[in-house]
């Protein structure tokens, strides 16, 4: 993974992270309240703003740690994606994934936070 191919990456996750907070806040704000699910829609766009910043800092770094950049972006993909596709479909076995995104955002911070020195030397 090269620093630009990230940082393009990273930009796409940020569009995307947009694109889904309006459409879910004006296209589908009706099924899913209707359903129950705006607060699971609301929390995958939370996470995936959140993880989309820190996705498109660390390329910046004059040293680009990879490693906590895949995982955050995994989790990301895993985590926000099957509450996306959880709200939509009500499909109970997405909910699965969800978990495994998460542990891949504990796997990235922890990598990060290990990274530390390397990061700023």
């Known amino acids: 993974?090269?620093?630009?191919?990230?940082?393009?990456?990273?930009?796409?996750?940020?569009l995307l992270a947009v694109a889904l907070g309006a459409?879910?806040?004006?296209?589908?704000k009706d099924?899913?309240?209707?359903?129950g699910m705006l607060p699971v829609w609301e929390k995958a766009v939370f996470y995936?703003?959140?993880h989309t910043v820190v996705l498109f800092v660390l390329p910046q770094r004059r040293v680009f740690c990879t490693g906590p950049w895949s995982a955050l972006f995994a989790g990301t993909?895993?985590?926000?994606?099957s509450l996306y596709l959880l709200a939509v479909t009500h499909l109970k076995w997405l909910g699965w994934?969800?978990?495994l995104g998460g542990l891949c955002f504990l796997v990235g911070w922890v990598?990060?936070?290990l990274s530390a020195r390397k990061l700023v030397e």
Do not use: D, E, I
């Open 1 to 14: 993974m090269t620093k630009t191919s990230a940082l393009r990456a990273s930009a796409l996750l940020g």
């Open 23 to 28: 459409f879910g806040a004006h296209g589908l």
């Open 31 to 35: 099924t899913l309240n209707q359903h």
């Open 48 to 50: 995936h703003f959140v």
């Open 77 to 81: 993909l895993l985590f926000s994606g």
């Open 97 to 99: 994934f969800t978990p």
């Open 111 to 113: 990598w990060l936070a």
